[in-house]
C-alpha cells in the first residue's frame, strides 16, 4: 500500500480538550488531503495542504506536513462532541494522479 | 443543489443475485471513483473514470463491473453477488485531474451477501 499508518488508531478525549492525530506516507506526493467520516457513512472533505506548504488551517483545524519525513498531523483545537468521527489522510498515486491512497484512519471519541 | 447520491444505501441479498449499485453525481465531475470499505478499516480503489466511455480498475482486485455512459452516472454491476462481497461501497466524484482537488462522497451503500 502506498499509504502508511495512521496514530493513534483510536483516541478518546473530553470536550474542550485538543485532539492530534499523525498520518504517514510512503511515496512523493503533490499534496495530501483530510477526511472525516461519522458512523461509517460517506467521508467529507476537511482540508488539502500541498507539497509546498508547511502548515494550514480552517477554523478550528491545523494541518501540518513535513515532506522529509513523509508525515502529516491533524490538530483539532476545543473539539466538541460533534467532532466524533473516524479521521483519514489521503494521498494522490505517485505515477497515477487518480488513484487516490486512504490510510487506515483514526477514531477520535469525544466526551461530553 | 449539487450533490452526489448512492442508492439502495442499505442491500440485503442472497448469494447468486445479480446486483447494481447506483452511483449519480449532479456537479458535472468528469471524475468518479468507487471505493470498498469493511467496517473501520481503510478504504481500497476499486473503480475510476476519467470521463464518458473512460474506467479504470483501482488497486484492489474486485469482481465487479463498472459503466460510464453518462457524465452523471456511475453504476457498478456484481454478476453474481457472494457473501465476500459484503461490504460498505463509496462512490466520489472530483473536478480536479490527478487527485489535485477534493473528492466528494456519497452516503454509501452497505451490501450484505446471505
Known amino acids: 500500500s502506498q499509504q502508511g499508518e495512521e496514530d493513534p488508531q483510536a483516541l478518546s478525549i473530553q470536550e474542550g480538550e485538543n485532539a492530534t492525530m499523525n498520518c504517514s506516507y510512503k511515496?512523493?506526493?503533490?499534496?495530501l488531503q483530510w477526511y472525516r467520516q461519522n458512523s461509517g457513512r460517506g467521508l467529507v472533505h476537511l482540508i488539502l495542504?500541498?507539497?509546498?506548504?508547511r502548515e494550514k488551517h480552517s477554523g478550528r483545524l491545523r494541518v501540518t506536513l513535513d515532506t522529509s519525513k513523509k508525515s502529516s498531523s491533524l490538530l483539532i483545537t476545543a473539539s466538541r462532541a460533534a467532532d466524533t468521527a473516524s479521521y483519514f489522510c489521503?494521498?494522490?498515486?505517485?505515477?497515477?494522479?487518480?488513484?487516490?491512497?486512504f490510510g487506515s484512519g483514526t477514531k477520535l471519541n469525544v466526551k461530553p | 443543489e449539487a450533490d452526489i447520491y448512492q442508492t439502495p444505501r442499505y442491500l440485503v441479498i442472497g448469494t447468486g443475485k445479480k446486483i447494481t449499485l447506483e452511483c449519480s453525481q449532479t456537479?458535472?465531475?468528469?471524475?468518479m471513483y468507487w471505493y470498498q470499505q469493511d467496517p473501520g478499516m481503510e478504504l481500497h480503489l476499486i473503480h475510476y473514470?476519467?470521463?464518458?466511455?473512460?474506467?479504470e480498475k483501482g488497486d484492489l482486485s474486485s469482481e465487479s463491473t463498472v459503466s460510464r455512459i453518462r457524465t452523471e452516472h456511475f453504476p457498478l454491476t456484481l454478476e453474481s453477488a457472494r457473501p465476500s462481497h459484503t461490504s460498505q461501497y463509496l462512490c466520489?466524484?472530483?473536478?480536479?485531474?490527478?487527485?489535485?482537488?477534493?473528492?466528494?462522497f456519497g452516503p454509501g451503500t452497505r451490501l450484505t451477501v446471505l
Open positions: 466520489a466524484s472530483s473536478e480536479w485531474f490527478g487527485g489535485s482537488g477534493e473528492q466528494f
Open positions: 511515496t512523493s506526493i503533490n499534496n
Open positions: 495542504i500541498r507539497s509546498n506548504e
Open positions: 489521503a494521498t494522490p498515486g505517485q505515477y497515477n494522479f487518480n488513484k487516490f491512497y
Open positions: 456537479m458535472g465531475h468528469d471524475k
Open positions: 473514470s476519467y470521463g464518458v466511455n473512460s474506467t
